[in-house]
């Protein structure tokens, strides 16, 4: 996602399309420069030259389409073009001395897409341009039932890593995500990149209140992102190289401590006496408590009358990084969410 200012020779190719796109002056030069236009900006994504050069190459394309644009439409105002139903009315208007859409290799819907295009106020065009409008906006389109994709909630920080240059399984590794996840959201992240706004010398269609409140945002949104990366580093480190050995030795310390306990019953035996102090064993009403108690303080002291066969400690992994730690909660969270579901599935069949 950030650009590859290593080749400088992609700003000398878009001075030149500039130039040329003045210089165009029939709709077939506007057409095929919109169409290297658009091979340009294919040509920088593959080659990862950045995205102000795709967005740059895709805005030449644009303003080739709509200069193609403004000359069909004078041409159709002066009677030179015959531009409704190009190729069944094409005798006619040969006759007419007219020029059609298939004598210009164009399609309706091509020449329609251009004159609408064409037929936008420069304020609106250069907020397309800009990326701040969609095309299908500006045009007054409406698009239904197409609700924007929800960011992924670590989006931010992927994209800080990715702009290091971290590949998608090292960003995984970190984060704790699969490669597949962030591949996507490394795709998200480029297409929100597209559509919003970067502060450029070129936005002259914006007032000096706007940039400014747009490069906040945008330096706010990097600053959280960055702080969350460094964060997540130094948890990391600490777990690592501090807080991380410390408890994995007490845990192997407590293991060797549980290994040799030594009980004075086995478990059948001690399952006998809890029975026999259990308070539904008897019926006055003021003994329960009494024997509530004492059937407490029995299982309070079952670590010291069991040995570690007959009652084994259920350790648990300690996770090393805060990936694994993301990785527990999440696993917990599931349980939890099964044990609620599964909860409700018995409230539903007592019914």
Not at 233 to 253: F, H, M, T, Y
Request: aromatic share 4%.
């Amino acid at each position: 996602m950030a650009p590859n200012n290593d080749d400088s020779s992609s700003l000398v190719i878009f001075e030149r399309g500039a130039q040329l796109l003045a210089q165009a002056n029939t709709i077939q030069t506007a057409r095929e420069l919109k169409a290297l236009a658009l091979t340009a900006a294919e040509f920088a994504r593959q080659m990862k030259l950045g995205d102000e050069a795709i967005r740059t190459a895709k805005a030449y394309a644009l303003e080739a389409e709509r200069k193609m644009g403004q000359m069909l439409k004078e041409g159709k105002e002066c009677g030179e073009i015959e531009t409704p139903g190009g190729d069944h009315r094409s005798a006619s208007a040969r006759e007419a001395g007219r020029i059609t859409l298939a004598n210009l290799g164009l399609s309706d819907k091509e020449s329609h897409n251009a004159q609408k295009l064409a037929g936008l106020s420069d304020a609106k065009f250069a907020d397309v341009k800009a990326g701040k409008l969609s095309r299908s906006a500006a045009m007054g389109k409406k698009r239904q039932n197409q609700a924007p994709p929800k960011e992924h909630y670590r989006q931010p920080e992927v994209a800080v890593l990715y702009d290091q240059g971290l590949t998608d399984s090292q960003i995984g590794a970190k984060l704790g995500l699969s490669a597949t996840t962030v591949r996507q959201v490394v795709d998200q992240e480029r297409i929100k990149r597209g559509a919003q706004a970067i502060i450029t010398p070129d936005m002259l269609s914006m007032t000096a209140r706007q940039k400014l409140e747009l490069a906040i945002k945008q330096h706010k949104q990097r600053l959280a992102a960055e702080w969350q990366v460094a964060v997540r580093a130094r948890v990391d480190e600490l777990l690592l190289n501090s807080i991380g050995p410390r408890l994995k030795k007490e845990q192997d310390e407590a293991r060797r401590v549980m290994e040799r306990r030594k009980g004075i019953m086995d478990r059948k035996a001690y399952r006998i006496i809890a029975s026999c102090l259990h308070p539904d064993r008897v019926t006055d009403e003021k003994l329960k408590p009494l024997y509530a108690r004492a059937f407490d303080l029995f299982n309070a002291v079952k670590i010291l009358l069991l040995d570690e066969k007959n009652d084994p400690t259920d350790f648990v992994h300690i996770p090393t990084t805060l990936a694994e730690w993301d990785a527990l909660k999440r696993e917990a969270t599931l349980m939890r969410k099964a044990k609620r579901t599964n909860g409700k599935g018995d409230i539903e069949r007592r019914r």
